[in-house]
């Protein structure tokens, strides 16, 4: 009996259940659950603006890579073709009839409409250069016109920017019967968002270049932005350069003795025309190209300088 009893009395005693602690038992007061979630709502908002900012750079770079990429294939071709205007030219091809070769120019027409002869350049402005040459390699003579039209399409270009480069490559005639200012152009390609217009000498530092019209994609005008900053519109697209490194006054054609002579070289020039430049000022995209940050289109510049190899 009294081993029985003192195991009852074991099992009761482990049965019994000690009181838990109220305070053990507690979470987070409402206090502590607010304080961390203003501290996390802080690291996350910084966190996202650095993405954001991150995000903005690298879409204004981009913008700008593409700018550069598409107006640097348009100066390379530039000046593959100017290295080849005056390409064969009358010191190489002899023409029936003339009484001399050479200058393939007003003063000497059946030489300058003969389409096996290239002319070299015909006429150059500060918004428009045209040549002859043989620029794809075939020996085929074509006409080449780069010229800057404003936001209408006019040429001159007489309106607003953004204005276009447009490009035209057409076989001289065959027929002998038109002369190099008179060839007619076809342009095929052309590269857009182009701001600078503007010639020497003009109201301001470059000279009376158009004004840029339009809007960002956030309703800011580009004529209130771009207005102050006169050498994104100022400066010519085409400038030529003699020997020496010196300017040439354009506009300049073959239609005239002295204009022929500055444009094509022969043993008696002395401040003849030996490179061209050209200058591009592109404006990124109304609506994908503006910079988030600055709430504005970026403008990049591009130059390209042509050597006349046959001059």
Request: charged share 15%; glycine share 8%.
């Amino acid at each position: 009996m009294s081993m029985g009893y003192e195991y009852e009395q074991e099992e009761t005693s482990m049965k019994i259940q000690r009181p838990t602690s109220v305070s053990a038992q507690a979470g987070f007061s409402l206090l502590e659950m607010v304080f961390v979630c203003a501290i996390l709502t802080i690291v996350l908002a910084s966190i996202f603006n650095s993405v954001n900012l991150v995000v903005q750079r690298s879409q204004a770079e981009q913008t700008k890579v593409d700018l550069v990429q598409e107006g640097r294939d348009f100066v390379d071709e530039f000046e593959r073709d100017l290295h080849q205007a005056g390409y064969p030219n009358c010191r190489i091809v002899a023409t029936a009839g003339a009484a001399t070769n050479c200058p393939a120019d007003n003063s000497n027409p059946l030489a300058a409409k003969n389409h096996l002869v290239a002319a070299g350049l015909v006429s150059v402005s500060n918004t428009q250069v045209v040549f002859e040459g043989a620029v794809d390699g075939s020996g085929t003579v074509y006409s080449v016109t780069y010229q800057l039209v404003d936001l209408a399409g006019n040429y001159p270009p007489t309106g607003t920017c953004p204005c276009t480069i447009q490009r035209s490559q057409v076989p001289k005639d065959p027929t002998d019967a038109t002369l190099p200012t008179a060839q007619t152009p076809t342009f095929s390609q052309e590269l857009q968002n182009v701001v600078n217009s503007g010639v020497p000498g003009g109201t301001s530092a470059y000279g009376s270049g158009l004004n840029i019209s339009g809007n960002t994609a956030w309703g800011a005008t580009n004529t209130a932005y771009y207005a102050a900053i006169s050498s994104f519109k100022d400066y010519p697209v085409f400038q030529a350069y003699d020997q020496n490194g010196n300017i040439i006054s354009l506009p300049q054609d073959i239609t005239t003795t002295g204009g022929s002579a500055i444009l094509n070289c022969s043993s008696s020039s002395s401040t003849c025309v030996k490179s061209i430049r050209l200058t591009i000022n592109l404006l990124a995209n109304p609506t994908a190209g503006v910079d988030l940050k600055t709430k504005v289109r970026p403008v990049t510049t591009l130059v390209g300088d042509a050597r006349l190899v046959n001059n």
